[in-house]
Each structure stands twice: as C-alpha cells, then as structure tokens.
Nanobody, 123 residues
Framework: VQLQASGGGLVQPGGSLRLSCVASGRTFSVMGWFRQAPGKEREFVARVLWSGGTAAYADSVKGRFAISRDNAKNTVYLQMNSLKPEDTAVYYC???????????????????WGQGTLLTVSS
C-alpha cells in the first residue's frame, strides 16, 4: 500500500493551493488529511468517505477547505482557500483499510499514512 502526497509549497496569506494524494495497493473506506504544525501534535483536517463522498472538516478549516476524491484515479484532493499563516504545517494523507464504523477524526482510525507535504503560508 502506498499513499503519495504532493502539492505543498509557499503561499501568501489569502492564497489557495490544492494537495493531492494518490493511493495504490488496495481499496479504502475513508481517506483523510491531517496536519502537524511545528511544536504541535498532529491534528485532523478533513476526511471523505470513499463510497458516497460524504465529507467532514475540522472547525478551523470549515468553509475554507474542501476535500474530494476521484475514484477512477484513486486520488483524494484537498483544496485550500483563504489560507492563513496558522495553516502552515506538514500535511499528511491517511487511509482506512478497515470498514468505516462512524469514527474518522482520530489518527487511530487510519491504517496507512503518506509521507507528508509541507505548506507554508507567509508573506
């Protein structure tokens, strides 16, 4: 199983960026994005159910970020708009191989992790 995240970079406050995560090796029930800022613990950002596409977001990104998936490409995206300096972090994609049981906001809910991609929001 491989999760390959990409798309990070340097963006000015108020700007936009889209992260991608290509999954291979098996099917998943849930895919999500987490982030870890310097000196902080990793935190949930967003997730999408592979079947049906239902999305959920952390309060800190609701209304600014949008998660989506392309089943044909086995890819999940995170569109990030109105970026703020506090969004600066390493972003990780994660996937759940077990059936979805209703919990998807904790690291423990995921079985596979990508390598992370760095987003820096700064002027």
């Amino acid at each position: 199983v491989q999760l390959q995240a990409s798309g990070g970079g340097l963006v000015q406050p108020g700007g936009s960026l889209r992260l991608s995560c290509v999954a291979s090796g098996r099917t998943f029930s849930v895919m999500g994005w987490f982030r870890q800022a310097p000196g902080k613990e990793r935190e949930f950002v967003a997730r999408v159910l592979w079947s049906g596409g239902t999305a959920a977001y952390a309060d800190s990104v609701k209304g600014r970020f949008a998660i989506s998936r392309d089943n044909a490409k086995n890819t999940v995206y995170l569109q990030m708009n109105s970026l703020k300096p506090e969004d600066t972090a390493v972003y990780y994609c994660a996937a759940r191989g077990r059936p979805y049981t209703g919990s998807s906001y904790s690291e423990r809910d995921y079985d596979y992790w990508g390598q992370g991609t760095l987003l820096t929001v700064s002027s």
